[in-house]
């Protein structure tokens, strides 16, 4: 369990904005066991606190540990998780891109209910 924390710590990226807000960086897999438990957990309860925008501008990158390569013209990306790994991370991205307002709580009940 140590060795996940430490992983997710070093997933985030803390920049000072001139804000004074706290930009977070998530990268994120789909279905990873870790990335569940994190999102779920405490990520879900921080971004569920009040006023918790005001302190932190923060972001999901639903990519994980994928590789792409071109195939002609199209690439073709490989999870680690499989197929259902990367079928994730795109609803992942469409709902980041395509819903409105605060689609972090999609993403959080995604990850819940993928399990």
């Given at each position: 369990m140590q060795i996940f924390i430490?992983?997710?710590i070093s997933l985030f990226i803390f920049n000072s904005y001139s804000d004074d807000r706290?930009?977070?960086d998530l990268y994120d897999e789909s279905l990873c066991p870790g990335c569940v438990q994190f999102?779920?957990?405490s990520f879900s309860t921080a971004i569920k606190t009040p006023e918790f925008e005001k302190i932190c501008d923060y972001k999901i990158w639903p990519y994980?540990?994928?590789k792409e390569r071109k195939d002609g013209d199209k690439w073709v990306f490989t999870c680690q998780h499989g197929e259902k790994e990367c079928y994730g991370n795109l609803?992942?991205?469409c709902a980041l891109n395509?819903?409105?307002g605060n689609p972090y709580l999609f993403i959080v009940c995604l990850e819940r209910e993928a399990y």
């Open positions: 430490i992983f997710f706290v930009r977070i999102v779920t957990g994980g540990n994928a609803l992942q991205t395509k819903l409105p």
